[in-house]
């Protein structure tokens, strides 16, 4: 399963796109030339698109970008009509940070569903980043208010690029069962709401996590230490799907339960695949070759599994293209996920 990252951004934009002379009739051809180019190549290999990411300043406005600059909000329905006509089969997403805590980011973003429903535009799910500290983490609770907020809308939701980061390092034994919890909080969160189709960790290990360079003084926001080492969180969240693991789930569905989980990393891994009975999929991934990977069999139990193939999530679009992160990439039927890490 690929999540497929990112169509139009702000940031990180090419300088002929930032610093061009355009019209809205030049703007708007080259972004549903770019969008149509970039997501007919993928057609057909992509669950989801970010169509739109990080759209909206923290009081729910919008971002005074090169879009909306020439544009206004009616970039939003452009990117949006585009990447439906060229891939009807993906589902399409808006994506951005502080979601989970910004009541006023939170109203823009209902904002733009409003915005493209009214136009007749399809989006399909509202990606919630859910890059957290450790500590000021929403409770699960207020965490499913918030993810209803937008299936009340009609849409599914995800957490897409889920990491809950130290403030003070190195993280003492508390700090550490703290940081715990709040992995519980997001990932029961998910689990709660029955159009929680799956979450992604923005990197599953602190040797590669992109926080220290970004924010300094924080880190170690990881399921995995930079050893390689499972930490509490990875303890604790596992115990709590393989619980989920343990309900019975109608076949061909994900039921109350959520959906699965992807792992997105920019080191180079390994995925090994398998349907089970229900017709969901269960996968396995290691890092490096010396990593064993579990996961959830047909019957619910948890037992070992090979791995044998290779995947690549691919970042590409205004702002992203150039990155081209290795991944590992999975999709878990409930429980499976971090037996599978």
Known sequence: MLRCHTLDRHSQLPA???NGTWTRATLTAAIQSHITNVVSHFKGQCYSWDVVNEALNENGTFRNDVFFQVLGSDFIPISFAAAAAADPDAKLYYNDFNLE???SKADGAVRIVQLLQAAKVRIDGLGFQAHLDVGR???RTSLETTLNRFTSLGLEVAYTELDVAHTKLPANASALQQQARDYVSVVGSCLAVAKCVGIVVWEFTDKYSWIPSTFPGKGDACLYDANYTRKAAWTSVSSLLAAAAATTVPPGTNGTTGGGVVAASRTAVSVSSTATAGGL??????VS??????TATSDGQVGKAGVTQSGARRRAGFGDGAYGWMSLLFLASAGSLFAAL
Do not use: G
């Open 281 to 286: 999929v269960s996968s396995a991934a290691t």
């Open 289 to 294: 070759t010396q990593v064993a990977a579990e």
């Open 137 to 139: 983490t929403p409770n």
């Open 16 to 18: 002929f796109v930032q």
């Open 101 to 103: 805590t910004s009541r």
